[in-house]
């Protein structure tokens, strides 16, 4: 069965401290995986999506990395302004459909 | 920057009446979804619509469920007879295009639908 697991559920950090959120996936196939930013009440975001093992995307803050198995999103010095909850999707061969995780709720200490 | 827009924000109805939450995707895309998120939990895909068809849908899209593209510019998820575990946050999301390409599906803020 297609399943995507975040870790961890929540992460407190001081504002500059940086980290990695972490996206383990199994899925019959891999189309591609996406990150997604959340905001409390609003839709997902998009920020990133990756393709095939070994590729890397970055904007401002944010790297995400992905390897067959897991893809992780380090966020180097972070901000107040990045406290959200980050969202990892995968998207299956054959379908058109998201299979989303958890998400990681991320809060950044002024 | 060009969004998806999803009306009402907050739809509270009656259990047993009928729903229709409308979207409207951004204007040159080609691939409609809805999406759910019950409180505390992941967000889940209901359907995905393609030339005026449903191309693929989850269990959870039984035949109380039905979506519509009723003009250029409006696609609406209806649910017929709603019920308590129906209430949810209702993600609409479209994309450029897919298959073997992959342009990302963006989302539009959502419709909180409360069933009393």
């Known amino acids: 069965e297609d399943q995507v697991t975040q870790s961890p559920e929540a992460l407190r950090l001081q504002e500059g401290e940086s980290s990695s959120l972490n996206c383990s996936y199994t899925?019959?196939?891999?189309?591609?995986l996406f990150w997604y930013r959340q905001d409390p009440g609003k839709g997902p975001e998009f920020l990133f999506t990756?393709?095939?093992a070994g590729e890397e995307k970055e904007k401002e803050r944010l790297k995400a990395t992905l390897t067959k198995k897991e893809s992780f999103l380090h966020i180097t010095a972070p901000k107040p302004e990045d406290s959200a909850t980050y969202l990892c999707a995968v998207r299956p061969s054959g379908t058109y459909k998201y299979i989303f995780g958890t998400g990681t709720r991320l809060k950044v200490l002024a | 920057e060009p969004e998806v827009t999803q009306t009402p924000s907050h739809q509270v109805t009656q259990m047993g009446q009928e729903v229709i939450l409308r979207c409207v995707p951004i204007?040159?895309?080609?691939?409609f979804y809805w999406y759910r998120q019950i409180l505390g939990q992941k967000v889940e895909f209901l359907v995905s619509f393609y030339n005026n068809e449903i191309s693929e849908k989850s269990e959870i899209f039984d035949d109380q469920f039905s979506v519509e593209r009723p003009d250029g510019s409006n696609f609406t998820l209806k649910i017929r007879s709603t019920k308590l575990e129906d209430s949810a946050m209702y993600f609409c999301a479209s994309s450029e295009a897919t298959g073997y390409s992959n342009q990302p599906q963006h989302f539009g803020d959502g419709t909180r639908l409360s069933i009393l």
């Open positions: 899925v019959s196939g891999l189309r591609g």
């Open positions: 990756l393709y095939s």
């Open positions: 204007s040159n895309h080609l691939y």
